[in-house]
């Protein structure tokens, strides 16, 4: 683990993006979670598994927009050959996974 991310405070940050663009995310977030396959609980965050027909430029997309907001993340994605799902795995420090069960709440619907 990087030794700066101990410092960077466990901490969504959405003044980051205007108004619009808040929104923008938002709902592209929600879009994308709706989509999820499986989760799975790694160290310290989640894997969560889409489908291998999910567009990469929203999930780049979201990896961007998550980096701004959320500098304490860190970002896994892992693309198989074939038809194999997507992976994404969102990891950090301590307190990493409930910070991200209750900002992607959707997903674990």
């Given amino acids: ?13 959405m ?3 205007t108004p619009a663009e808040r929104e923008h995310h938002i709902q592209q977030t929600l879009q994308l979670y709706r989509t999820v396959l499986d989760i ?13 027909t999910t ?5 780049a997309e979201f990896i961007s927009n998550e ?13 198989e050959p074939n ?4 992976s994404l795995t969102l990891t950090g420090p301590e307190g990493t996974q409930e910070f991200l069960r209750e900002e992607f709440s959707e997903a674990f619907a």
């Fill in 40 to 52: 799975r609980e790694t160290g310290n965050g989640f894997e969560f598994t889409f489908p291998h």
């Fill in 67 to 79: 980096k701004l907001c959320c500098p304490f993340l860190e970002f896994t994605l892992r693309i």
């Fill in 15 to 17: 003044n980051v993006f």
């Fill in 55 to 59: 567009e990469l430029a929203k999930l």
């Fill in 83 to 86: 038809e194999k799902p997507i």
């Fill in 1 to 13: 683990m990087d030794v700066n991310m101990s410092s960077t405070p466990l901490a969504c940050d």
